[in-house]
């Protein structure tokens, strides 16, 4: 594998469900973002972690839980979601340095019924 | 803060048209400005970046961006369209504005561009 994995690509949940996606980057990077991109809205940065600690925080809801073992590896936690939610969720990864280009993953589609 | 405002959210040329798509931005410190590019089903994939150095950037595919502090505008143009130019494009700024250590980008709204034969 290279770049940024992310499974699953597709993800049909109800609202009372608990789901994880996962991201993985192959790349070296210390620096990992999840955001998400729903329709006529532009992306939105959801969560930050770099060096392996949490640094940003968007003012996202607590159903979604992220989680960051390693600098390799990224996770979004979901519980009792909104249909609202239903968007792609992007994961991307960077060298830590605010000039340094994000690599994105493939997505996760995730639908809420 | 800083923003970003994509002009035209679709754009249709022609093959072998010239292609613009327009990016203004704001942002209280000298910024960093970035294109990407997203194909259906794709995550997003970098065309180029503007970091300072030359206001002139060259990319991937043929595309470049010029950098033009006086009109805060970093527009992206390409000069012959190619059917698999067709895509979504979307500018994004970030800065080193209080001191973080990652990349907090801002993106625009997107432009969708159609290439016709």
């Known amino acids: 594998e290279t770049g940024v994995t992310q499974t699953p690509r597709h993800l049909v949940m109800g609202m009372t469900n608990k789901k994880s996606l996962k991201c993985e980057q192959h790349l070296g990077h210390n620096a990992m973002y999840w955001y998400k991109q729903s329709a006529k809205k532009p992306l939105e940065l959801m969560f930050v972690?770099?060096?392996?600690?949490?640094?940003e925080n968007n003012s996202v809801p607590s159903r979604f839980s992220p989680e960051c073992p390693n600098s390799s590896h990224l996770f979004l936690h979901l519980h009792t979601l909104q249909p609202e939610d239903s968007a792609l969720y992007l994961c991307?990864?960077?060298?830590?340095?605010?000039?340094?280009?994000?690599?994105f993953g493939p997505g996760t589609r995730l639908t809420v019924l | 803060a800083q923003s970003v405002t994509q002009l035209g959210s679709h754009v249709s040329v022609s093959e072998g048209a010239l292609v613009l798509l327009r990016c203004n931005y704001s942002?209280?410190?000298?910024?960093?400005l970035f294109w990407y590019v997203q194909y259906p089903n794709q995550g997003l994939q970098l065309l180029l970046k503007y970091t300072s150095a030359a206001t002139l950037v060259k990319g991937i595919n043929g595309f470049e961006a010029e950098f033009k502090k006086s009109e805060t505008s970093f527009h992206l143009t390409k000069p012959s369209a190619h059917m698999s130019d067709a895509a979504e494009y979307f500018c994004?700024?970030?800065?080193?504005?209080?001191?973080?250590?990652?990349?907090?980008?801002?993106f625009g709204q997107g432009t969708i561009l159609t290439v016709h034969p």
């Open positions: 991307a990864s960077s060298q830590a340095g605010y000039d340094n280009e994000q690599f």
């Open positions: 994004a700024v970030t800065s080193g504005l209080g001191g973080t250590s990652y990349g907090k980008l801002t």
């Open positions: 942002s209280s410190v000298p910024p960093y």
């Open positions: 972690y770099s060096l392996e600690e949490r640094v």
